[in-house]
């Protein structure tokens, strides 16, 4: 019993933490943008989060917020760099973003550069991350409902209907990226403190097409799409056993047939009623 | 000075082929409106070409290039039945989104196969150096420079000057219109996606020999910085593109000469922030999405 425990306790903080950062992009994704660039923000909160930790012996809460608000105010500014291009340039920014950070990150010794930083504390837990993952939810569940959400999601549908309905585009679409790219911040905290190093690996092209893909898998158009994807696709190849190669060349594979055949994702809207 | 003319013909050999496969990426968006992330693949399937050539075929010069080239346009012709077809006139996200997907499986394939390390290419150009006044240059850079140059010519003659080059101009302006004048769109998509492939295979090859290695994850930045290239350029010209092209290879030659070379994979996303700031559809034009 305690070598299942022991086998399945990692494998439900990855899925959680994965979860949390997946529905940070789902929230980015609301307003239309496709964001490659989450992995790079989830990074910069955890390298905020485990230098304060670390160097200055702050209070774990305190970090929190600290890379939240780091990813809050980054994702607004990319946001706004972003609202007038059309998806694909957008798209194609955040990846040069998320690639120069990593980049940047790579370069500055302070932060262990191509080392990674290490020696975070362990303050991460199974019940820590199952909380923050339940308010998370509670808030994407809110945030579905909310003016905000009516209004990204318009924007999302018809830019053009939406600005003639009233609604403030430029202002949407970067608030609701700052929101997402504060909840994938979080997660990053989450996770330097849980793997306690944080590399600018973890930064890349890969690991953000990773968190797209749990969007995309699971549905993009309600809450429970992210959660279902993050969850599904950490936890199954981690019990199916599959190695870190040939899960990629599964994920890429997925993500091309589920796109040909189901872009709205397993789950939709219709489907939650 | 001496530094800043040799970091400039540094520059231009390199640019040279990030022109060739920012023309093959930005040849495919122009026809089929379709933004083909497995590009930087049949780049890497180039390289893997003149790998698996040197080490049980030939060292020939010509051999490896022409093996590389046919393993990258298989690649690009299996890749266009299964990612592009299905998907082609679709909403523009959903082939980005699937050929980004066939693009990882075909990186952890390549992984799979060869391993996670690079393999070495052996030296298939005598080494050779010329000097010219204050500035070098490789025998394998010319080699390199010599070949990105005839398939930039190619291409341009081929989009000017040939029927099969017209129509697909044609069917890049007006799909619709070219198809109602008897073009097989269809046949001219294969044809655009076969040879972008080519192009892509022959800059691997050029890629693989100069620094005498192949690896899965090669083609990631190339292929980035010739995404920069089109979307800097704009895809309305393929001049525009090769002059993109070269300049790029020219700032990040610069930058690694004065600055650092760390700094170098940075440069091109800074120049596509900026620009694209102030010119969304680049300094040459481009088609509408």
């Not at chain 1, 200055?56 to 291009?85: E, K, Y």
């Not at chain 1, 970067?174 to 989450?190: C, N, P, R, Y």
């Amino acid at each position: 019993m305690s070598d299942l425990a022991a086998f399945l306790t990692p494998v439900l903080i990855t899925a959680g933490i994965n979860s949390i950062i997946a529905l940070g992009l789902y929230i980015t994704m609301s307003s239309g943008p496709l964001s490659v660039a989450h992995a790079a923000l989830a990074g910069m909160g955890g390298y905020l989060g485990a230098v304060l930790t670390t160097n200055f012996g702050w209070p774990f809460s305190l970090a929190i917020l600290a890379g939240m608000l780091l990813g809050f105010v980054t994702g607004l500014l990319l946001g706004l760099l972003i609202v007038r291009m059309n998806e694909l340039v957008a798209g194609l920014t955040t990846l040069g973003f998320g690639e120069t950070m990593a980049v940047i990150a790579f370069n500055i010794d302070y932060i262990g550069g191509a080392n990674a930083f290490s020696g975070i504390p362990l303050r991460t837990t199974l019940p820590l991350v199952y909380a923050v993952l339940a308010v998370i939810l509670f808030v994407a569940w809110r945030y579905d409902e909310s003016r905000l959400g009516y209004a990204a999601r318009a924007t999302r549908d018809s830019p053009v209907t939406a600005d003639a309905m009233g609604i403030n585009i430029t202002w949407v679409k970067s608030l609701t990226f700052g929101i997402g790219a504060a909840i994938a911040a979080l997660g990053g905290v989450l996770r330097a403190h849980y793997i306690l190093v944080q590399g600018p690996e973890d930064m890349g092209f890969f690991v953000s097409v990773g968190f797209l893909i749990f969007v995309i898998f699971g549905g993009s158009y309600v809450f429970w799409g992210p959660l279902f994807g993050a969850m599904t696709l950490t936890i199954l190849p981690e019990v199916l056993r599959f190695s870190a190669k040939d899960r990629f060349i599964i994920y890429g594979v997925l993500l091309t047939i589920m796109v040909i055949l189901r872009p709205q994702g397993l789950i939709t809207r219709r489907s939650m009623r | 000075m001496d530094l800043f003319l040799q970091q400039v013909l540094n520059g231009v050999m390199i640019g040279s082929t990030y022109a060739v496969v920012a023309l093959g990426f930005s040849l495919v968006f122009s026809v089929m409106r379709v933004v083909n992330m497995a590009h930087p693949e049949f780049f890497m399937a180039g390289a893997f070409g003149a790998y698996v050539m040197t080490r049980y075929v030939t060292t020939n010069v010509a051999g490896v290039l022409a093996g590389g080239m046919l393993v990258a346009a298989a690649v690009g012709l299996v890749v266009e039945r299964l990612a592009i077809r299905p998907v082609r006139g679709r909403y523009v996200m959903i082939p980005f989104i699937a050929t980004s997907g066939v693009g990882i499986a075909l990186q952890h394939l390549a992984e799979r196969v060869f391993g996670s390390d690079p393999v070495a290419i052996p030296a298939v150009v005598p080494a050779a150096s010329y000097t010219f006044g204050p500035v070098s240059v490789t025998r394998m850079q010319l080699v390199t420079f010599a070949i990105a140059v005839v398939l930039m010519l190619g291409l341009r003659y081929y989009v000017r000057n040939t029927k099969w080059g017209r129509a697909t101009r044609a069917v890049a302006e007006r799909p619709e219109v070219a198809a109602a004048f008897g073009v097989d769109v269809d046949f001219v998509s294969r044809l655009t996606v076969g040879i972008s492939a080519l192009m892509a295979g022959a800059a691997g090859v050029s890629i693989g020999m100069l620094y005498t290695s192949a690896w899965a994850f090669m083609g990631l930045i190339y292929g980035l910085k010739s995404f920069v290239c089109m979307l800097v350029a704009g895809n309305r010209h393929v001049e525009g593109v090769m002059v993109v092209g070269l300049m790029l290879g020219v700032l990040e030659a610069l930058v690694s000469g004065y600055l650092t070379s760390t700094l170098r994979d940075a440069v091109a996303f800074g120049v596509l922030v900026v620009v694209l700031v102030f010119k969304p559809n680049g300094l040459f034009g481009s088609y509408s999405v």
